[in-house]
């Protein structure tokens, strides 16, 4: 078992350089907390394994299935109140809420659906849009079960530790992302969810007529959104201590979006680059302005033009929205195809004959020695 | 009441029928959702007040700061088309976000400048009428008139002269329009700039009126304009009027609540009230009242 695991190791993963990168990082995020206590920061990679359920979550609906779901904060949204307001007016122990809360992320998912199914394109995007801020002004009208502006707060968290919660959050993370991954590739011999979703996507006239039933796979993939997005959610409600309606918001659902293209859309892995990347960079924009400061502070007074776009560049840390505005129009207009997915073809080569993947330095396939040039 | 709920009906639903007209006209020829189209109305009567207001020290006089804004901003509009929308015009999603990103950085910018402070301008003509004992200010009896005319000049645009034929055209059939020798791009970006003029002139029409408290608004409008847009039909004239007046009244009747139905509060419920109206039209009929939906849409 340990030597095939090996084995496994050594010819599947270590000439590969993208599954090597992977290994490496995920090996850094176990030993995160070790690098650093400030809570600061272990706190903004738990909020990212967090929204990497969540955004992957979206690329499995969004990506695989287009379905463009414009209000997946729906589904985070609804969970974490469910559970919350569970545990805060009912009583119930912490897995029960948990547990029902993910559930109600299903139901959002299935409530959503029924309407979606008739809808395609920029409709089904509108309409998807509306659910979250339809919530919105409800839970503020019944402020007196759901807290209003103010939210549910102090409600019990996942564990006491920082750590605990780190690792928690981590290992679902992880979990969760294989699941996705196994259900959305194509590829799979055990799975047929991949393929249909891929057909549904690109044709689902021709989809349905080859005698796949479109509908059932279509809310599938909604109730499968709603689940992880559920997960996220709940995790999300139970490691903050507190829902709001900062989970329901536009800019919850955008947030995802955002992600995903970034790193790649219908890849899994381009959720998870995708997060990792930006999540830190909006988070730590004070650290930057703080480091911008003193590179001013060192500028000597004569230098005037550097010492006006040093000033100018503090000003946009105090804006992180802004540049993340810009980012998002640069990818979609110079690399629609995302980061994550033009590295990897950068690095990685399939080859021709036998479909495996090679490093991209290598002159001939690894296993047939067929020609990569 | 019935004369408060009228009035507020008609007035409220005039400055939303500005707002949905070019919004609808850029989806019914291009397929564009262009959810930046209330944020370049943000833009321009954030200019203009920059351009009048004491606090900013230009003071210019009011005439050449509309019509420096209105320029302006439809100048933005055209070059965001141009070098930004146009280039992803293929993929819906990417329309969507490439244009909330826009709005998201003209958001952004405008705090940068203004902070949360208010485009609070003076009133273009001060005081107010009273109809039927109710006082209405009369910058709204201006929007009225203003929005009568841009709609009749819209609607006369595109029904007699070649150029709104030919964007007609282009909003039927793409392909057979291009075979008769239409340009699609320069129609295209021809409406692009004729919407961002109307969202342009609206923006500083409401300015006055203080509708724009800060910067972030943009969302709010939109979701208002949507909603008009959906139920109307997206891509009709007809349809964005009559979306108006239909989410005026809706709006009318949740403030007043002339059935005592909810007490306080009210106004928290209006946008769900209003959105519902757009998911149950999404749901039954999703090309709105007017609208017209493409073969290829349906499913």
Known sequence: MLRRLFKDFRFGVLPVPGRVIAIVFFIFLFVFPLITRNSYYVNMM????????????????????????????????VAGYASGMLGEYLGWPLPATMIVGMLAGVAAGAVTCFPALKLRGPYLSLLTLAFPLMLVPLILYFRDYTGGEYGLNQLPRIAESLAGRYYICLILMIVSVLIMWKLTDAGSRYVRTGLIFHAIREDEIAARATGINTIRYKMLAFMIGGFFAGLAGVLYTHTQGGASIYMLTLTMSFQAIIWVIFGGIVSIYGGVVGVYVLYPLVYLSYDVQTFFENIHRAIPRSMGPLLNIMAFLEKLTIFPQLVLAVIVILILLFMPEGLAVLIRNKIERECPRCKLTNAAWRKDCRACSASLR | MAAQLLIYTVMHGSVYALLAVGFSLIFGVARILNM???????????????????????????????????????????????????????????????????????????????????????????????????????????????????????????????????????????????????????????????????????????????????????????????????????????????GAAVVAFVEALCIYDPLKLFGSGTAYLMSTFVLLAMVIVLIVRPAGLFGTLFEEEKL
């Open chain 1, 46 to 77: 738990i909020n990212a394994s967090i929204f990497v359920i969540f955004a992957v979550s979206w690329d499995l609906l969004g990506g695989y299935t287009g379905q463009v779901n414009f209000g997946h904060a729906l589904f985070f949204g």
């Open chain 2, 36 to 242: 930046a189209h209330t944020a370049f109305c943000v833009l321009a009567a954030y200019v203009l007040y920059n351009l009048v207001s004491p606090v900013w020290r230009i003071e210019l006089g009011l005439a050449p700061a509309i019509i420096i804004s209105v320029v302006a901003v439809t100048l933005l509009g055209m070059l965001a088309y141009k070098f930004v929308i146009d280039r992803v015009r293929e993929h819906h999603g990417a329309v969507l976000l490439v244009t909330i990103a826009l709005a998201i950085f003209a958001e952004q910018a405008l705090t940068m400048r203004f902070l949360n402070t208010s485009a609070s301008i003076d009133y273009f003509i001060t005081g107010y009428t009273v109809v039927s004992g109710v006082k209405i200010l009369n910058d709204y009896i201006l929007i009225l008139g203003m929005t009568a005319v841009l709609i009749t000049a819209v609607h006369l645009f595109l029904s007699k002269t070649k150029m709104g034929i030919a964007v007609r055209a282009v909003a039927n059939d793409t392909e057979v329009a291009n075979l008769m020798g239409i340009s699609p791009s320069r129609i295209l970006l021809i409406t692009m700039t004729m919407t961002t003029a109307l969202a342009a002139i609206a923006g500083v029409l409401v300015a006055p009126t203080g509708l724009f408290h800060t910067p972030a608004t943009w969302g709010n409008w939109l979701l208002v304009v949507m909603v008009i847009v959906v139920i109307g039909g997206l891509g009709s004239i007809k349809g964005s009027i009559v």
